[in-house]
Nanobody, 130 residues
Framework: QVQLVQSGGGLVQAGDSLRLSCRASGSTLSNYRAAWFRQAPGKEREFVAVISGSGAATFYADSAKGRFTISRDNANNLVYLNMNMLNADDTAVYYC???????????????????????WGQGTQVTVSS
């Protein structure tokens, strides 16, 4: 069993940066690949980024490429999402999620499908004012 506790988030202005953190407990984080998703009001949960167990491989949604960076600190059981150049479209509740298995699957659909992930954080609100 893995527990994920998120921190970070809040209200920022367009163009600002923000970092989200996700702390895992209950298991060795390096055995899990980790992802970030987000969900805006009235919309489905949307994939943002995923990182392999070692941190060597990452994969991003088009909306995140060039602006967001996913990283991890396995020694401290942490996963991060650094977000730059935020805009109003980034407003959402952000969730971290992990699944056992450190290697990213070859299919982008598997990487980005929320049903592929087992454990979820509690969510944290990010609001970007324009």
């Amino acid at each position: 069993q893995v527990q994920l506790v998120q921190s970070g988030g809040g209200l920022v202005q367009a163009g600002d940066s923000l970092r989200l953190s996700c702390r895992a407990s209950g298991s060795t984080l390096s055995n899990y690949r980790a992802a970030w998703f987000r969900q805006a009001p009235g919309k489905e949960r949307e994939f943002v980024a995923v990182i392999s167990g070692s941190g060597a491989a990452t994969f991003y949604a088009d909306s995140a490429k060039g602006r967001f960076t996913i990283s991890r600190d396995n020694a401290n059981n942490l996963v991060y999402l650094n977000m730059n150049m935020l805009n109003a479209d980034d407003t959402a509740v952000y969730y971290c999620a992990v699944v056992l298995g450190g290697v990213l699957p070859p299919s982008s659909r598997s990487r980005s499908n929320p049903n592929s992930y087992t454990y979820w954080g509690q969510g944290t609100q990010v609001t970007v004012s324009s």
